[in-house]
């Protein structure tokens, strides 16, 4: 606005010069020229005066640049379970306005809608179990990468049956569990299928959530469940005779060939065009950085996690919060340890079932390791 100010003076002086020489003009000889020499120094000092505001406006752009992560809102959001509980710290903080980045924070329920949060560009970045990582990369057609693995295996066996020690102590037996055609169930038919079990050897009976599963083993003092923490922990504190009697992770690892991938919940995408902008990327290392912090902080302090994880309303009792938190197996792993075991994670997927990984196996451009 100065600048269009100072040249539209610049310009009105060259008018009033231009009108002192024509026949209309009714000043003297002598206070015209005096007019027309003063106009050049005038409009010098004007156009110097403009100069001097762009550079001072060019420099505040690039200290603009040069600040990223203070003013850039990422928009985060995450599932309600072991993903946002190493969370919790780093939203604490920014509820607080004490977090060196600015977020806002979503938390949703179900995988789908946190999906299609992504897909519209409502959120930025987005913790997702990791098969879904490999459905948004094909559905946003490559548009999103990995930024980290922010949850391990969480699966355990649970029953009042504490002789159940291997997978193939299931032979016979009914397993409830929820989510058919979900990552647990491909975890679980790829075991099966690993130790030997074939089709009909174990029956699997699904229900549409966990507290149903709970229900069920409250209920039949023999049955068996698979369910992920803090659900195992939350059946645990409604039926003392259940036990976690196998944690799925280690049977994985045990089927595992050296080099192959661990057993993946959850990791942290985040969509590309962020992570191309050169401030929105800054902001993104400044995000990596505090949620490390957060998930290094659930691990080491664990009764003031719990206190916030039931805050948060992820559990309803902090009691209970503390005893599955040593259990969910929060972590953030990045760079190429992050690409070998998730990698070698979604292959073992993509060979049980092609869909549950989107149809293909996300090529390099799929992680994010600067």
Same mark, same amino acid.
């Given at each position: 606005?100065?600048?269009?100010?100072?040249?539209?003076?610049?310009?009105?002086?060259?008018?009033?010069?231009?009108?002192?020489?024509?026949?209309?003009?009714?000043?003297?000889?002598?206070?015209?020229?005096?007019?027309?020499?003063?106009?050049?120094?005038?409009?010098?000092?004007?156009?110097?005066?403009?100069?001097?505001?762009?550079?001072?406006?060019?420099?505040?752009?690039?200290?603009?640049?040069?600040?990223?992560?203070?003013?850039?809102?990422?928009?985060?959001?995450?599932?309600?379970?072991?993903?946002?509980?190493?969370?919790?710290?780093?939203?604490?903080?920014?509820?607080?306005?004490?977090?060196?980045?600015?977020?806002?924070?979503?938390?949703?329920?179900?995988?789908?809608?946190?999906?299609?949060?992504?897909?519209?560009?409502?959120?930025?970045?987005?913790?997702?179990?990791? $098969?879904?990582? !490999?459905? *948004?990369? #094909?559905?946003?057609?490559?548009?999103?990468?990995?930024? @980290?693995? =922010?949850?391990?295996? %969480?699966?355990?066996?649970?029953?009042?049956?504490?002789?159940?020690?291997?997978?193939?102590?299931?032979?016979?037996?009914?397993?409830?569990?929820?989510?058919?055609?979900?990552?647990?169930?491909?975890?679980?038919?790829?075991?099966?299928?690993?130790?030997?079990?074939?089709?009909?050897?174990?029956?699997?009976?699904?229900?549409?959530?966990?507290?149903?599963?709970?229900?069920?083993?409250?209920?039949?003092? $023999?049955?068996? !469940?698979? *369910?992920? #923490?803090?659900?195992?922990?939350?059946?645990?504190?409604? @039926?003392? =005779?259940?036990?976690? %009697?196998?944690?799925?992770?280690?049977?994985?690892?045990?089927?595992?060939?050296?080099?192959?991938?661990?057993?993946?919940?959850?990791?942290?995408?985040?969509?590309?065009?962020?992570?191309?902008?050169?401030?929105?990327?800054?902001?993104?290392?400044?995000?990596?950085?505090?949620?490390?912090?957060?998930?290094?902080?659930?691990?080491?302090?664990?009764?003031?996690?719990?206190?916030?994880?039931?805050?948060?309303?992820?559990?309803?009792?902090?009691?209970?919060?503390?005893?599955?938190?040593?259990?969910?197996?929060?972590?953030?792993?990045?760079?190429?340890?992050?690409?070998?075991?998730?990698?070698?994670?979604?292959?073992?997927?993509?060979?049980?079932?092609?869909?549950?990984?989107?149809?293909?196996?996300?090529?390099?451009?799929?992680?994010?390791?600067?």
């Amino acid at each position: 606005m100065r600048k269009a100010l100072s040249i539209f003076m610049a310009c009105a002086m060259t008018a009033a010069a231009l009108a002192g020489c024509s026949p209309s003009g009714q000043g003297n000889s002598s206070e015209t020229a005096a007019s027309m020499e003063s106009t050049p120094a005038e409009t010098s000092r004007e156009a110097e005066t403009a100069k001097n505001q762009e550079a001072e406006s060019s420099t505040e752009a690039e200290a603009s640049q040069e600040a990223p992560g203070e003013s850039q809102v990422l928009r985060i959001g995450s599932l309600k379970g072991p993903t946002t509980m190493g969370l919790v710290s780093l939203m604490d903080k920014a509820a607080k306005g004490e977090s060196q980045g600015a977020y806002e924070f979503t938390m949703v329920t179900a995988a789908d809608e946190l999906v299609g949060k992504v897909v519209s560009g409502n959120v930025d970045i987005a913790l997702v179990p990791a $098969n879904m990582a !490999g459905i *948004l990369y #094909q559905k946003t057609n490559q548009g999103i990468q990995v930024l @980290n693995i =922010n949850t391990l295996g %969480v699966l355990y066996i649970v029953a009042a049956d504490d002789s159940i020690k291997a997978i193939s102590d299931l032979k016979g037996k009914t397993v409830y569990m929820t989510g058919k055609g979900t990552t647990p169930d491909y975890v679980f038919q790829y075991l099966l299928k690993g130790n030997g079990l074939k089709e009909g050897d174990v029956t699997v009976e699904y229900k549409s959530e966990a507290a149903e599963v709970a229900a069920v083993l409250k209920k039949q003092p $023999n049955a068996v !469940g698979l *369910l992920p #923490q803090p659900f195992v922990t939350v059946a645990m504190a409604q @039926n003392e =005779n259940l036990k976690m %009697v196998m944690d799925l992770t280690e049977q994985w690892d045990g089927l595992q060939a050296e080099g192959g991938g661990s057993l993946v919940t959850g990791v942290t995408v985040c969509r590309k065009e962020i992570l191309e902008d050169r401030r929105m990327a800054e902001a993104v290392k400044v995000f990596m950085q505090e949620h490390w912090g957060s998930a290094d902080f659930a691990n080491a302090h664990v009764e003031e996690t719990a206190q916030l994880v039931a805050e948060a309303g992820i559990i309803e009792k902090a009691p209970v919060a503390q005893k599955a938190l040593p259990y969910c197996s929060i972590v953030c792993i990045e760079g190429e340890e992050m690409r070998g075991m998730l990698s070698g994670y979604l292959n073992v997927l993509y060979e049980q079932e092609p869909s549950s990984v989107g149809g293909s196996v996300p090529d390099d451009g799929f992680y994010y390791v600067p």
